[in-house]
Every structure is written in structure tokens, then in C-alpha cells.
């Protein structure tokens, strides 16, 4: 099944470029970097260590200043950080003294100043569930393992009605039992809502199981976009007919193979 054929374009990277100044001349990380993504398709981005996914992300996320060109949401330009971009990050830099439930309102109270307090706590509450956390509404973040604690992260990402989910490593730091199952709860929340997501992985099975497409990145510097693949395995998804499907490892063996050289 082909994905997302009409769809209008939600996020656009055009020519972006960035470079760190440096006493021996400019580092150039990211040089003709060009990228669109529809409305509602999940990208992930893949590549060797140091070839800029991360600084790529932190561009789109308006946290890092782009040296050329420019990216655009909705065909807007944008102009530093902004509600519309909400990051999942590797760790998920939570209050401690606050609970799950107050961590999440705060992007809520935000992005929402006219709605109710009531109405806001449902929306906070909403997510929290999705991501399985129903029963912690109020446990302290400080209490919570690293896994419910990027459960927060999660679910104060998409608690913010963002334009783009841009998630950087979400799953890094967390072991691998976890992490399956946080791809799991992140493709059954995403699957809901369908918002526009890009994340950057290490991890090919990972690329495979959550995107439309992935995008291959060449080494740095001057790093750009080095080859496409389209995921065309029918949603919703399930980890053991994914991973039971012929295609699967057509796909693995294709990012390898560009991975390898």
C-alpha cells in the first residue's frame, strides 16, 4: 500500500546548511540539506555518528541557529522554538519535585491559556493514559523509572496538539525490553493522531517498524541526504507481521548495505 500520496506538505528543510566557526575556518556539518514531509507521514533519519541528525533536529526544532536556508512549517518560516515543534528527547529533562500529571500542564497551561483548569487536566490526563501511565497521575517524577519518565516525555509531546513530533533518540538510554515497548505505545499513540513526526534512531529495526520513510544521511561533514527508503508495510502496524513480512528484510538489508560503506 502506497503511503500518503496527495497529502499537502507539512515540513519543509530547504538548502539548509549549518557550520561552526572554528580558529581554522568554518566546521561545516550539514551542507544542501533538502527534506520535505508530508502532512501526517512519520520520517525517521538514520546515519553514522557525528553526520548531524541531532543538530539537523535541533535546527527543525528552532534550538539551533541555521547558518543558510531555512526550514518551514505550513510554509511558514520559522523563527526559533514554537509550540507547533514539540521534542521528545533521549532524556526527558523532567521537574522532579513535580508529579507526572503537573510536568505535562506545564506545556499544557502554555499552549492553552484560555481553557479551563478542569479542561486542561483532562487533556494531561488523556495522554498520560495512552502512554499507560493512568495510575500515575501523581507519583512524583522523581519516583518514576527512566522508561516512565520518557512516558511522561511522550505524552507531554503530543499533549501540546503539535504541528510536528520531532523525537531525538527517544529511546536511547532505555534497555531493550523497554524500548520495545515504548515503540509500541508511540506507534499506538501516533496511529491516533496521526501528527507529522520525525525522529532520529540508531536503530534500523526501530526506522523500519515506525516510518513511512527513511531517510539515509551521508558521513559528515557536509553531510546531506544520501539515499530514500519507502516503508510500504500496511498500518496499523504489529511487531511480529512486520517482522514476519518478506519485505522486512529487503529493507534492513538496504539500510545496512548504505550504513556499510
Not at 16 to 42: C, I, M, R, S
Amino acid at each position: 500500500m502506497e503511503v500518503l500520496t496527495e497529502e499537502k506538505i507539512m515540513l519543509e528543510c530547504r538548502n539548509l546548511k549549518k557550520a561552526y566557526p572554528t580558529p581554522k575556518g568554518d566546521f561545516v556539518v550539514l551542507e544542501g540539506f533538502n527534506l520535505e514531509v508530508k502532512e501526517k507521514e512519520f520520517v525517521s533519519i538514520i546515519g553514522h555518528s557525528g553526520c548531524g541528525k541531532s543538530t539537523l533536529l535541533t535546527m527543525i526544532a528552532g534550538l539551533n541557529d541555521i547558518s543558510k536556508g531555512s526550514v518551514l512549517v505550513s510554509d511558514a518560516p520559522i523563527e526559533g522554538a514554537g509550540p507547533d515543534r514539540a521534542v521528545v528527547f533521549q532524556s526527558p529533562s523532567l521537574f522532579p519535585w513535580m508529579t507526572a500529571l503537573e510536568n505535562v500542564l506545564i506545556g499544557v497551561k502554555q499552549v492553552f491559556p484560555h481553557a479551563t483548569t478542569n479542561q486542561r487536566n483532562e487533556i494531561c490526563k488523556y495522554y498520560l493514559s495512552k502512554v499507560g501511565l493512568a495510575d500515575s497521575f501523581n507519583k512524583k517524577a522523581r519516583d518514576l523509572s527512566q522508561g516512565m519518565k520518557q512516558r511522561v516525555g511522550i505524552a507531554r509531546a503530543f499533549a501540546l496538539k503539535p504541528k510536528v513530533l520531532l523525537l531525538d533518540e527517544p529511546f536511547g538510554m532505555l534497555d531493550s525490553m523497554t524500548r520495545v515497548e515504548l515503540q509500541d505505545v508511540l506507534i499506538d499513540v501516533w496511529s491516533k493522531e496521526k501528527i507529522t513526526a520525525i525522529m532520529v534512531t540508531h536503530d534500523v529495526d526501530e526506522a523500519i517498524f515506525l516510518s513511512d520513510r527513511v531517510i539515509m544521511m551521508t558521513s559528515g561533514p557536509y553531510a546531506k541526504v544520501g539515499d530514500v527508503a519507502h516503508i510500504k508495510l500496511e498500518r496499523p502496524r504489529e511487531r511480529k507481521t512486520v517482522i514476519e513480512h518478506p519485505d522486512f528484510y529487503k529493507y534492513r538489508q538496504h539500510l545496512l548495505t548504505f550504513l556499510d560503506h
